[in-house]
């Protein structure tokens, strides 16, 4: 039981440019979750998803999309990084009425 | 949508001393209220949660009280240990379990 997996764990863009973050989870999970985290405003959510072939918008959509095809995955796309997209994301899934189980992290770094 | 506010952002205690972070939420409806502890460089990792329905719930040194009226709950750490030191947040949530809203954070600081 991995729980979260994200890859890759770090990465460095040039501004333009595009990426997919995966996620993955093997706990049959519902919910999954986007999250950036930035010195000083905590965990801001991007998207997020209640289950295959849904998906919301959080707080911070802009410049990012999401798909859900399987319970399983769950990938973030930057469509044209910026520098305003230097964060750590996090991608956290969780079963109905228990908290959320985070990935590792991705720390991306746009030039 | 939920908005949560924490308090303190900083929070240094004497090892053995207490700690107790504060936390405020705006949606009434909001019924579960977990509370995360991230280290450097790792990720968040859920310590404890409670309920709307329960006013108290403690796990060994960690405890977190709930007041739905005034919308404030609070995690309390007794015999505060130096591996405690780490970032802390609180989150609440709307829609369902599936959207929650974290606090900014707590970073506690044990001074052995």
């Known amino acids: 039981n991995a729980g979260v997996t994200q890859t890759p764990k770090f990465q460095v863009l040039k501004t333009g440019q595009s990426m997919t973050l995966q996620c993955a989870q093997d706990m049959n999970h519902e919910y999954m979750s986007w999250y950036r985290q930035d010195p000083g405003m905590g965990l801001r959510l991007i998207h997020y998803s209640v289950g295959a072939g849904i998906t919301d918008q959080g707080e911070v959509p802009n410049g990012y999309n999401v798909s859900r095809s399987t319970t399983e995955d769950f990938p973030l796309r930057l469509l044209s990084a910026a520098p305003s997209q230097t964060s750590v994301y996090f991608c956290?899934?969780?079963?109905?009425?228990?908290?959320?189980?985070f990935g590792s992290g991705t720390r991306l770094t746009v030039v | 949508g939920e908005n949560v506010e924490q308090h303190p952002s900083t929070l240094s205690v004497q090892e053995g001393d207490s700690a107790v972070i504060k936390c405020t939420y705006s949606d009434s409806a909001s019924n579960y209220f977990p509370w995360y502890k991230q280290e450097l460089g790792k990720r968040p990792q859920l310590i404890i949660d409670?309920?709307?329905?329960?006013g108290e719930k403690k796990d060994q040194r960690i405890a977190v009280t709930l007041n739905k009226t005034a919308k404030h709950f609070s995690l309390h750490i007794t015999e505060t240990q130096p591996e405690d030191s780490a970032v802390y947040f609180c989150?609440?949530?709307?829609?369902?379990?599936?959207?929650?809203?974290f606090g900014t954070g707590t970073k506690l600081q044990v001074i052995p």
């Open positions: 956290a899934s969780t079963g109905q009425g228990d908290g959320y189980t």
């Open positions: 989150a609440g949530t709307s829609g369902g379990y599936q959207k929650v809203t």
């Open positions: 409670i309920r709307s329905n329960v």
